[in-house]
């Protein structure tokens, strides 16, 4: 007999996602807390007002070119799972299960945790609880968010909704009082702000090394789209929703970007934002005091409460793929018969996420694999090549969405995945290696699962 999938249960997931949810997962999949908290690091490598708002701008071409790529690799193949799919249908099963052994052991799990802990950390300040707090509170929030994308992807979609718009409101009250304020800089900054002389390149390779630096922090801000392909069989009319969605919320997000940066150094100078470690809270208590300060750990904690609600309800799909192709625990392939969830991985992955939060070890984790998730986007983006090359063969109607500019889209946006990476050895080999041997480890793994898959097909 043939080894292939196993069967499981007749119960499919519910279509229920449409235009606008699906771009709220777009956008809640990307912003977190990073815009608050990360322009000051881009300012300080780049030197300059200019050189800060082109980086960001280049991260935008490259956000919207995987934006473009992942879109049509939706339309081509709206199956759930997403990556995980498209690398076991072009590339075999083994990269698709280092794929999610990655996302389940580290990247999904360990940004649960990490994601949670700061929620956490922001929400006991805005209530006044004391910092011990911090850890219940963490997971609690995974445990209600687990509880709530158990009951069926609406719930989860709407909770993803609601908080999406209330971090565009927050980015967007932040927006409108740099616009509000004078032009002018304060002359002297209050503490933690201190007004700082920063070197601007001046040569044009000093001016691409600077931007290169920077551009590492502005990518892995962007990244986060390819996560709402993740739930493509739970959308309406997939081929049509998911590349509408994709690239509409990129769109928002380079626009909410580039209008945040634009604003911190109106509102900063670009030696304050440089100094500053949490630009949006400085930057509002010089508007509006305290009750400024406030009103943006208000967003943040809203923010990342999101965030945190988006991994928890697409990455499972990941592993209900992975049990279905007989390379993971086959209870986590059934969907439950009411919710039309897969009930089993959620619960798992709320587990070992919680684990990482109590023994702390979530940051070295991501430390060790935050590469590793580039690495399967550039070939993540390579499948479209595949997929192309093998419906003209086989005759397949090419009548839907196309990326743009293909193939010069892709090999731009694989280039600045092998930069990213490159760019993340070269700043910790020792983390690379970690992650590098976390992701070797999966590969007894595979061959276990391949050999119980193929007896049990015998």
């Avoid at 070197?199 to 000093?206: D, L, Q």
């Avoid at 709320?350 to 991501?366: D, M, R």
């Avoid at 595949?386 to 500019?405: E, L, N």
Wanted: positive net charge.
């Amino acid at each position: 007999m043939s080894s292939g999938p196993l069967q499981t249960a007749s119960t499919s997931y519910a279509r229920t996602l449409g235009l606008f949810s699906g771009t709220m997962l777009v956008v809640g999949g990307i912003i977190g807390s990073g815009i608050f908290l990360n322009p000051s690091i881009v300012a300080r490598r780049t030197g300059s007002a200019g050189l800060t708002i082109a980086t960001w701008s280049l991260g935008a071409v490259i956000a919207l070119l995987g934006a473009f790529i992942f879109a049509e690799l939706g339309r081509r193949r709206p199956k759930v799972g997403g990556g995980y799919a498209y690398l076991r249908e072009a590339f075999g099963p083994l990269p698709a299960f280092l794929y999610g052994w990655a996302l389940l052991l580290a990247i999904a799990t360990g940004a649960i945790a990490a994601v949670a802990v700061t929620f956490a950390t922001y929400a006991v300040k805005i209530v006044g609880l004391s910092a011990g707090a911090v850890t219940p509170l963490a997971l609690g929030s995974v445990v209600l968010l687990s509880a709530v994308n158990i009951l069926g992807v609406k719930p989860g979609a709407a909770t993803q909704n609601i908080f999406t718009v209330l971090k565009l409101g927050a980015l967007g009250a932040l927006l409108l009082a740099a616009m509000l304020m004078p032009a002018a800089v304060m002359p002297s900054f209050p503490s933690p702000i201190a007004s700082v002389a920063l070197s601007a390149p001046s040569t044009f390779g000093a001016i691409l090394l600077a931007m290169s630096t920077a551009l590492v922090p502005v990518l892995f801000s962007y990244g986060g789209w390819q996560q709402t392909n993740f739930v493509a069989e739970e959308m309406r009319d997939p081929e049509r929703t998911l590349p509408r969605a994709l690239v509409l919320g990129v769109l928002i997000v380079v626009a909410v970007y580039l209008g945040a940066n634009i604003a911190y150094i109106r509102a900063l100078g670009i030696e304050g934002l440089a100094q500053s470690s949490a630009p949006a809270a400085d930057m509002m208590s010089r508007i509006a005091g305290e009750g400024g300060r406030r009103l943006i750990a208000a967003g943040i904690a809203a923010s990342t409460f999101g965030f945190l609600n988006l991994v928890i309800l697409v990455s499972p799909r990941v592993y209900q793929a992975m049990a279905r192709d007989g390379l993971f625990f086959s209870s986590f392939a059934t969907l439950h018969p009411r919710f039309r969830t897969p009930v089993t991985a959620i619960v798992f992955q709320a587990v070992v996420a919680g684990a990482l939060i109590l023994t702390g070890s979530y940051g070295q984790l991501l430390d060790w694999v935050v590469f590793a998730d580039w690495i399967f986007f550039g070939t993540t983006a390579l499948t479209l090549v595949v997929f192309r090359r093998r419906d003209a063969a086989t005759g397949v109607t090419d009548s839907g969405y196309r990326a743009p500019s293909y193939p010069l889209s892709v090999a731009l946006f694989v280039a600045a995945a092998v930069y990213v990476v490159f760019g993340s050895i070269a700043s910790n080999p020792g983390n690379a290696l970690r992650g590098v041997l976390l992701l070797l480890a999966g590969g007894p793994v595979f061959v276990y699962w391949q050999r119980r898959l193929k007896s049990r097909s015998a």
